[in-house]
């Protein structure tokens, strides 16, 4: 039985997979909120994405060095089970299994039926229906090639890549609302910087994603090259697209209209446009959704494989299908666990209670650099990290930071989800006792 993945990945797609999995519905739905957390700041606000950017731009440079020197499926579970051991690895690989990129999944895929119902009248049980058949459309894409699944992923990162920019042309051109002070903001410094740092998960939420292109490391056609100049490039583009459109949103609808507005792309389309357009905003929404969730089925996958070879997983999600050259069970195992998760409606528990361990295993993979300069010293590094050792440090702290604020700000919520990740210790044990036999 073959185990290994074809490299089909090449710098274009790797490029588009980053931006791909990076936009979402965050930009579309979030500016709104992280406006109102720093009541109504607008040079907070726009420095709150700034900082964000900069900060994923810093893990993606990590990252970099990372990947190109060790080019395996899994990525940061692989770096975290050679720094520190298959234990903490696993504890990520169960997480994103059970939680994390399941939870994402499904609520892709229950988002993407909601904006279609705004463009077209359907049922509610209807939605749940085609939640279903999206998730299952992509499974199927995924599974026939690698090649296929890249495809998808970059006609509908272009899309809505070109979108969004067409959006803020016609926001700045058509509005007259844009200020960078707001009469109607007053806070105290200590409640500005409290509701920065709330503002700051928001942010960094709709950054999430570019994270998972280094499961996909060893489909990669010189990723020793590609990596670093793909993550460099993709997270770059993000944060200038991110800019723009709030700025945009701004010159729309100005900062009163904009921190009420529970989606601002709408809001903005509804008053320079007609109120009628708001269901374009919501086709746009239906599309990057859709990109977003093929982009997450195609690399979450690679993790399961990963930790299947590793015999800490079940072994048949090692397994490469002989025709598409895909880990096929890896893909479907990892859909069916979503679709169970949105047709119960439990992924949005799920997801709430552990988006932020996902920034301590994402601080722990970049930490990994420091492991693997020290135990590795003349090992292949064909792209070092500039500014080492400061930008892995910070990108780090930050992490760091942004755990211990949600275990101050929100402990309940911080139990529940380190709880579910703790629940992994004794089914890795049950693994290695029983070598991962199922």
């Not at 009541?39 to 420095?47: D, K, T």
């Not at 903490?88 to 690989?93: D, E, K």
């Not at 528990?349 to 301590?360: N, R």
């Amino acid at each position: 039985m073959n185990h290994e993945l074809r490299c089909t990945l090449t710098f274009r797609d790797l490029t588009l997979l980053v931006i791909g999995l990076v936009i979402g519905s965050g930009i579309f739905l979030v500016p709104g909120a992280v406006l109102t957390q720093v009541h109504g700041n607008i040079v907070m606000a726009l420095l709150a994405w700034v900082i964000g950017g900069a900060l994923s731009l810093l893990g993606a440079l990590t990252y970099g060095e990372l990947t190109a020197a060790n080019p395996e499926a899994g990525g940061l579970y692989v770096f975290i089970r050679d720094a520190f051991g298959s234990f903490p690895a696993f504890l990520f690989g169960w997480t994103l299994f059970f939680a994390i990129s399941a939870g994402a999944t499904a609520t892709l895929a229950v988002g993407f039926s909601n904006n279609l119902a705004q463009v077209i009248a359907i049922s509610p049980a209807t939605a749940r229906v085609i939640a279903v058949l999206v998730l299952a459309a992509v499974t199927v894409v995924n599974v026939r090639g690698t090649r296929g699944s890249a495809d998808l992923g970059n006609w509908t990162s272009v899309i809505k890549v070109g979108v969004l920019l067409a959006l803020s042309a016609i926001f700045l051109f058509l509005g007259r609302n844009f200020t960078v002070v707001n009469p109607h903001a007053s806070a105290t410094n200590a409640e500005l910087w409290r509701g920065f740092g709330l503002a700051m998960i928001g942010v960094l939420w709709a950054y999430e994603g570019w994270q998972y292109a280094t499961f996909c490391a060893s489909e990669t056609i010189d990723p020793q090259r590609n990596f670093p100049r793909a993550f460099f490039i993709g997270v770059v583009a993000l944060i200038v697209v991110y800019v723009l459109a709030n700025v945009a949103y701004l010159a729309a609808l100005g900062p009163t209209a904009m921190a009420e507005s529970r989606s601002a792309a709408a809001a903005a389309l509804g008053v320079v446009v007609g109120p009628n357009a708001a269901r374009l905003i919501a086709l746009a929404i239906a599309i990057s959704i859709l990109g977003a969730l093929n982009g997450t089925i195609l690399t979450g996958s690679r993790v399961y494989y990963a930790m299947a070879r590793d015999g800490v997983f079940f072994r048949k999600l090692a397994e490469v299908h002989p025709r598409f050259e895909t880990p096929a069970f890896a893909i479907v195992a990892g859909s069916l666990w979503s679709a169970v998760l949105a047709v119960n409606g439990t992924f949005q528990q799920l997801f709430t209670y552990t988006i932020f361990t996902g920034w301590l295993f994402y601080g722990l993979a970049a930490a990994t650099i420091f492991i693997y300069r020290r135990k590795w010293p003349n090992g292949p590094r064909p792209y070092s990290v500039p500014l080492y050792p400061w930008t892995p440090l910070l990108f780090v702290v930050a992490s760091a930071a942004l755990v211990l604020n949600t275990v101050i700000a929100q402990p309940r919520t911080a139990a529940i989800g380190l709880g579910i990740v703790l629940l992994g210790a004794p089914a890795y044990w049950t693994w290695r006792r029983l070598g991962a036999s199922g």
